[in-house]
T-cell receptor, first 113, second 114 residues
Framework: SQQGEEDPQALSIQEGENATMNCSYKTSINNLQWYRQNSGRGLVHLILIRSNEREKHSGRLRVTLDTSKKSSSLLITASRAADTASYFCATDAVTDSWGKLQFGAGTQVVVTP | DARVTQTPRDKVTEMGQEVTMRCQPILGHNTVFWYRQTMMQGLELLAYFRNRAPLDDSGMPKDRFSAEMPDATLATLKIQPSEPRDSAVYFC????????????FGSGTRLTVV
């Protein structure tokens, strides 16, 4: 079963705009991770945020985590056409075997020039 | 950059045939995963290993699927007999949980069962 659910399912923006997507999950976590997937091949790890962290940055990416609401958000600033991809959140749940990662359904992002 | 290598990249097979997918995890990674991705079900965790020992294969249809790690450099996923509903992209991933880093995914094996 999928632990995380992303919202929205799809997002279409223009280059230069910011893209925000959200992830909600059901049970307590050790950490939450975001991945990007281009064209149905090979997921690429973007960022990991631990349960005791509230915000993390990596380049144009900003991730927040609110454990009280069991939710996370991924912000991509100044988007580029190359950011067109599907974005997935994945959770390492406390109740699962340590390190076991379960993925949400993903948000499909299209950035038009 | 170190990478996870999966073979074959694409596989077309007839229903009833045995299919074996292989994965070479990154050297030094102690955790290996097998995921299946379809449009309908998304990314499903099939099995995962730590230090070559199976930890959880509850997501795997036991009657036809099997996953093994004969050594630290090779993980295999076998389907016997294959069925059209097994058509999907199968991903292998490896990593070191607890190090603050995510997992590295292979490029996947696209399986089509006709």
């Amino acid at each position: 079963s999928q632990q995380g659910e992303e919202d929205p399912q799809a997002l279409s923006i223009q280059e230069g705009e910011n893209a925000t997507m959200n992830c909600s999950y059901k049970t307590s976590i050790n950490n939450l991770q975001w991945y990007r997937q281009n064209s149905g091949r090979g997921l690429v790890h973007l960022i990991l945020i631990r349960s005791n962290e509230r915000e993390k940055h990596s380049g144009r990416l900003r991730v927040t985590l609110d454990t009280s609401k069991k939710s996370s958000s991924l912000l991509i600033t100044a988007s580029r056409a190359a950011d067109t991809a599907s974005y997935f959140c994945a959770t390492d749940a406390v109740t699962d075997s340590w390190g076991k990662l379960q993925f949400g359904a993903g948000t499909q992002v299209v950035v038009t020039p | 950059d170190a990478r996870v290598t999966q073979t074959p990249r694409d596989k077309v097979t007839e229903m009833g045939q045995e299919v074996t997918m292989r994965c070479q995890p990154i050297l030094g990674h102690n955790t290996v995963f097998w995921y299946r991705q379809t449009m309908m079900q998304g990314l499903e965790l099939l099995a995962y290993f730590r230090n070559r020992a199976p930890l959880d294969d509850s997501g795997m249809p036991k009657d036809r699927f099997s996953a093994e790690m004969p050594d630290a450099t090779l993980a295999t996923l076998k389907i016997q007999p294959s069925e059209p509903r097994d058509s999907a992209v199968y991903f292998c991933a490896s990593g070191l949980p607890g190090q603050g880093e995510g997992y590295t995914f292979g490029s996947g094996t696209r399986l089509t069962v006709v």
